[in-house]
């Protein structure tokens, strides 16, 4: 159930996002041409209104996919239509992981497309010599050999940027379902319940210490391979503040929901 669940999510959005993502490359594609071909055309009235769509796209997806997550989870679970989706045959925990799944794929696509804006650039990028021209396949292959003694930094890097992602997610929908428990203002209430969580996560960071959220340097290969132990504590302590905000989201849906 939790499979058709998140296929249901990620049709919802995607029949918003996807329209935006195709705006974003069809600007992107449409500028590094424009870059490539007429590389005088700079200050042109075309190329300044591409780079400006482009921009505009690149913010608006941002927008749009917080918009949703958030406006999803409210309608859904909080407003009218919650009478049905809480008589669906399944448990409450899954539809809230649904949610929070499918929020954290489309925001990992949004932040993908925006990286799109950098392509215009990377087409009309003309390297030094006459004939010669670096392939693509040579940049990569010189990236990959460079990032290669850091590999273990950049895993658990992308790694507690996914685990960010939830974190912020469920921090978010933790402070809605708090905000629910209020008969009138319900919206004021989940902003007061988010200003409250952060500024708890705020003294218990100050009161662990320096320790626990040291950022080492990567100077060199040494202190990165110094910097795993830190990564790896910071994506525990990540991992246990989902679990506390799930828990907290799971509790108030399945015992104390309150409905419109």
Known sequence: ML????????KAFGRILLPIYAAIVVAAVLLGIDFRFFPNSAGSAGTIALTVILGVLA???SIVTVLLLVIRFYNNLLGREGYLMFSLPT??????WAKVISSVIWSIFSVIISAVVTAPFLIAADYSGET???GVGQMLSGFFKAIEPYKMNILLGILLVIALAVFAITRLYASMAIGQLW?????LGSVLAFIATGILETVLVLSSGNGLFTVVGNQNLESALDAVKYEGIFLAVTAAGIAVYGAVTWLILDRKLNLE
């Open 183 to 187: 008969t009138e203002h319900r919206i």
């Open 91 to 96: 448990g409450t925990g899954n539809l809230i």
């Open 3 to 10: 499979s058709r669940l998140i296929g249901y999510e990620m």
């Open 132 to 134: 010669e021209k670096i």
């Open 59 to 61: 913010a608006a997806v």
